[in-house]
């Protein structure tokens, strides 16, 4: 049997790389080579960005995660809400899927999981947790800023959807009564929340304030917006809109909301709403965007910052109006000069 064997090459030739066209080619086909040797070496790869700097509400308790025995509220040290706009429509939790697309999600494993990591969460959450954070400060979790957060930096204030005081009965949006306005909104959950809210934004414990909503032409208003989840708790208010509507008064029916559903776990952590058992309020801007945050009971000069803040937004907004409505010179050099009476009749 014949073996074929490749035929050893003589040590006796030596092949020059400077000669041979293969080396050549190869060497100058290999691009790490070409741009070590006829180039700049390559780019370095970017480093990380450095790590957002640590937030006020790192700390704070929470109704889930772990017992929280001392705690000290700071002021909010950066800007507080959502990265995108509120729409109209949005977080109205209303399952709009057809029939074969929920089938394909109950057969769907993967959604199993995130489901029952969902309702592990909320099994495990102790149902006191919420009113054991209340012995700490009253439930306050954070301090308010001591100064208005820059328009360019602001996060977004999200859109629920509830029901109004208005007679209709008809569910609204909260997006288009914020949009446009420089808004003070009060979000609680319980009399007791309500309380501590009223400290910032009722005229009784507040009058300066209701000073700059009257003066500010319009521009200004207050929103009430009541969160109730439970099915009992939300009917118990709908028995007492109507004394609610006395108490109010007719200007202030549209600007209460009886809000049931679509406040995330997410949502609460990103706009800092932490403790259902607590009042919280927000000052936004005509854009929506949280400009200034308090929680709990107003302490120390936290109303005074709240007045304030209206204010300078108010100004704010009308010198905005007016530079939209003012004509810009080129407007006003391109603008047709009025003919007099007796050239149009002569023509």
Not at 95 to 103: I, M
Request: net charge positive; hydrophobic share 35%; with cysteine.
């Amino acid at each position: 049997m014949l073996l074929l064997r490749r035929p050893l090459r003589p040590a006796s030739i030596k092949y020059d790389s400077a000669v041979c066209l293969v080396c050549q080619w190869r060497s100058f086909g290999s691009p790490a080579r070409r741009l070590s040797e006829n180039g700049p070496a390559a780019p370095e790869p970017l480093a990380p960005p450095p790590p957002p700097p640590p937030s006020a509400l790192d700390d704070a308790p929470r109704a889930y995660g772990k017992a929280v025995s001392e705690f000290t509220p700071k002021p909010l040290n950066r800007p507080i809400g959502l990265p995108k706009p509120p729409r109209p429509g949005q977080n109205l939790r209303v399952d709009t899927r057809t029939w074969r697309q929920r089938r394909d999600d109950f057969v769907n494993y993967d959604k199993h999981l995130v489901r029952r990591k969902e309702l592990t969460q909320k099994m495990s959450t102790p149902y006191f947790r919420e009113w054991s954070n209340m012995r700490l400060h009253k439930g306050k979790s954070f301090l308010a800023p001591p100064a208005l957060f820059r328009a360019e930096r602001a996060l977004y204030f999200p859109n629920l959807h509830g029901q109004t005081l208005l007679k209709d009965k008809k569910p609204r949006d909260t997006t288009p009564v914020l949009e446009d306005k420089i808004s003070v909104v009060s979000v609680f959950s319980s009399a007791w929340a309500e309380n501590q809210a009223a400290t910032f934004a009722s005229e009784k414990q507040n009058p300066e304030l209701h000073e700059a909503l009257k003066s500010s032409g319009g521009a200004a208003q207050l929103v009430r917006i009541n969160y109730e989840d439970n099915a009992l708790k939300a009917m118990i208010v709908r028995m007492f809109m109507p004394n609610l509507r006395k108490q109010l008064g007719v200007d202030n029916w549209g600007r209460y909301f009886l809000v049931r559903r679509g406040v995330t776990d997410e949502m609460r952590d990103a706009i800092g709403l932490l403790n259902s058992k607590v009042g919280y309020t927000y000052l936004l801007d005509s854009e929506c965007k949280i400009r200034w945050a308090a929680s709990g009971p107003a302490e120390g000069d936290e109303k005074e910052g709240l007045v304030k803040g209206v204010r300078r937004l108010v100004d704010e907004l009308k010198n905005k109006r007016a530079s939209v409505a003012a004509p810009t010179p080129q407007q006003v050099a391109g603008t047709p000069k009025a003919t007099p009476a007796r050239n149009q009749k002569r023509a």
